[in-house]
């Protein structure tokens, strides 16, 4: 079993889901800068978009997560602050950073819909990412699973998904694995295949939750509403407004197509 804590500087214990995370927006930007280059837009509005996006996508993923687990913290509301020990909704953070870009981008005029098909790879990144924090933590885990079963995974896995006792299905990886699958296709969209504005943001919002839908319903600490998984409510309806998005889009390219041949 691994320590979740990395390393110490005096009394300040530094958490592996922290560095996990820095790591996941680090590289998250980068790409997302190369992207925003590549589309023909500024890479420095990436780096000051960011500095909006983080903190509202951390605050509203913790919000979105303790306002689901109320009961947890009514009683200690000072944990609500230790976002180290996990506990960041990604659903959540999606809200918060989807508002914070689209706050910026409004206030400097940018094209939202390019910058945002240049910046869903990063998302999608960052979420493969960041799975392997709650790995650090033993969370985000799905039920028993056989030994034989897990055979079939490497040692380090094996060790870390052994919890009092019982091996536990490692869901995270499950879903870090089709994060990074839904990036492939992503970046080979926007390098090959792209048609129109807004095809990589809809593609996005379809193929991250057609994955997360199937994948929560095998976790074991889903944030419920009544008997109702909450994040298999969201992805319902994120590939509804992804369907939508995808539509819009196509038709709204044809359009200016056609108006385009009219005035020649």
Same mark, same amino acid.
């Given at each position: ?26 590289l ?44 947890t ?7 609500i ?15 918060g ?61 094996r ?16 879903? *870090? +694995?089709?994060?990074?699958? $839904?990036?492939?296709?992503? =970046?080979?969209?926007? #390098?090959?295949?792209? %048609?129109?504005? &807004?095809?990589?943001l ?14 929560e ?14 994040a298999?409510?969201? *992805? +319902?309806?994120?590939?509804? $407004?992804?369907?939508?998005? =995808?539509?819009?889009? #196509?038709?709204?390219? %044809?359009?200016? &197509?056609?108006k ?5």
């Open positions: 079993m691994y320590d979740p804590i990395a390393f110490s500087i005096g009394s300040l214990d530094v958490h592996w889901y922290g560095l996990i995370m820095g790591t996941a927006f680090l998250g930007t980068y790409l997302a800068r190369y992207n925003a280059k590549r589309s023909g837009l500024d890479p420095d509005h990436i780096l000051n978009m960011v500095v909006w996006i983080i903190p509202a996508a951390i605050i509203c993923a913790r919000l979105y997560y303790v306002a689901f687990e109320w009961n913290y009514k009683d200690n509301l000072l944990d602050f230790k976002v180290w020990n996990g506990g960041l909704a990604i659903h959540g953070g999606l809200i950073g989807f508002i914070a870009g689209a706050l910026y981008i409004k206030k400097y005029n940018l094209p939202f819909l390019t910058l945002a098909d240049a910046m869903m790879p990063s998302v999608i990144l960052g979420q493969a990412i960041g799975r392997w924090g709650n790995f650090m933590n033993q969370e985000a885990h799905g039920d028993v699973a056989s030994a034989a079963f897990m055979s079939n995974f490497p040692a380090f896995i060790e870390q998904m052994f919890i009092e006792g019982q091996y536990y299905h490692p869901t995270f990886l499950y879903e *870090s +694995l089709w994060n990074l699958l $839904v990036l492939a296709l992503l =970046l080979l969209m926007l #390098y090959q295949f792209k %048609k129109f504005d &807004g095809q990589i809809g593609s996005y919002l379809i193929l991250y939750s057609f994955g997360r839908f199937f994948i319903g095998m976790r074991t600490d889903s944030l419920y509403l009544g008997p109702l998984r909450i298999q409510i969201m *992805s +319902l309806a994120l590939m509804v $407004v992804g369907l939508i998005v =995808l539509v819009y889009c #196509y038709r709204r390219q %044809k359009k200016i &197509g056609s385009q041949k009219d005035s020649m």
